[in-house]
């Protein structure tokens, strides 16, 4: 009997193969195993339409096409670890799952500054219950402190001078998004957020986060202070590949792929966020696609398909940032 395929992770790229194995013809069992216990969702309206309320729903399918498709879902439990050669997972209610091939697709974690500690009030924002808390914090404030100037440190910034809220924005290098758009375009992307409000900190770190229970100000590295009653961490995210420790997968900065997704054991295959190729790894939605497709085609032994020309957007109050 045929054991089928096992996709871990429950986003972006755990769905695009899924569709892709099923567009493809593939006919033995698909399951995806996510560990949130939301159905697989869409991430960029958690940094914009979703944080300001506008829509309600971010699911990626209708429950109706896990069930036409016969891809069974299996959420709440993490996968904790892989035996290559056993071809079996394990999930942290214990299950034990066998598989024929396996797909990573577990994305990333946020990185998160220890020195802040565990006060109240201080939030990241990578899964859709991140959102939902930002949200709630986000109605009862006043003044926020977003700490990095990425993308998403700009998209929450904006979001949150919708929603009323005074915003700092503190960003080590000389300008918002300067890391990746130069900084005659970070510039450009500074003056924007002046212009809708926001305080722009650039050229200094955070030092320290003050409050009893919860924040109530932020000490930066030139000695100036603000008062907060909401911080925002967006310093970043690193793979999340730690439940692959001791197994023989290849991880450097991600699961280590080659062109056509397959990692360093048989019959294990890796995409989206967590995957890295050639030293580097492309943290963008439009690339998933691409790379199920590719995937896809090598696991099905078809012909590689042309790869598309990868981008990225980035909406921020009304202006679309698309490279
Ligand atoms: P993810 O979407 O992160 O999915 C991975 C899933 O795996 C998660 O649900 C996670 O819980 C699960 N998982 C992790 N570990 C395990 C485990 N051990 N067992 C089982 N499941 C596990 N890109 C753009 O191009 N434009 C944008 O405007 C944009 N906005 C964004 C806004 C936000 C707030 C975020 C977070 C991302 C944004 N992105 C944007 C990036 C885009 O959403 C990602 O590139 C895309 O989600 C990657 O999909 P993925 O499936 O690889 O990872």
């Not at 802040?116 to 924002?125: A, E, P």
């Not at 990692?263 to 989206?272: E, I, K, Q, R």
Request: aromatic share 4%; with cysteine.
């Amino acid at each position: 009997m045929s054991l089928g395929t096992v996709i871990v992770g429950g986003g972006l790229a755990a769905v695009r193969t899924a569709e892709q194995l099923r567009r493809n013809g593939f006919t033995d069992p698909i399951t995806i195993v996510g560990a949130e216990a939301h159905p697989p969702y869409d991430r960029p309206p958690l940094s914009k339409q979703l944080l300001r309320g506008e829509v309600d729903s971010v699911a990626l399918k209708p429950a109706s096409f896990y069930a036409d498709n016969q891809i069974a879902l299996r959420l709440g439990s993490p996968v904790l670890g892989v035996d290559v050669s056993g071809h079996t997972v394990t999930l942290a209610d214990g299950d034990v799952l066998g598989y024929d091939q396996l797909v990573i697709a577990t994305g990333l974690v946020p990185r998160r500054l220890p020195a802040l500690g565990d006060l109240d009030g201080v939030c990241v924002l990578r899964s859709l219950d991140d959102c939902v808390a930002l949200r709630d914090r986000a109605a009862g404030a006043r003044r926020a402190v977003v700490i990095g100037a990425g993308f998403i440190g700009c998209e929450v910034a904006a979001s949150l001078r919708g929603l009323g809220v005074q915003v700092a924005l503190v960003e080590p290098q000389p300008a918002p998004l300067a890391s990746v758009l130069g900084e005659q375009a970070g510039a450009l992307i500074a003056r924007l957020h002046r212009d809708e409000g926001v305080d722009v900190r650039s050229g200094v770190t955070v030092d320290s986060v003050a409050g009893v229970s919860r924040v109530e100000s932020v000490t930066l590295s030139d000695g100036s202070v603000i008062e907060a009653d909401l911080v925002v961490v967006g310093i970043g995210s690193r793979p999340a590949c730690d439940w692959l420790a001791g197994s023989d997968i290849e991880v450097a900065d991600g699961v280590v792929c080659d062109a056509a997704e397959r990692t360093s054991a048989p019959d294990v295959w890796a995409l989206g966020d967590v995957a890295c190729w050639d030293g580097d790894r492309v943290e963008h939605w439009s690339n998933v696609a691409d790379q199920a497709r590719t995937l896809v085609a090598a696991m099905l032994g078809a012909a590689a398909p042309t790869p598309g020309v990868p981008y990225f957007w980035s909406d921020q109050y009304d202006v679309k940032i698309q490279c």
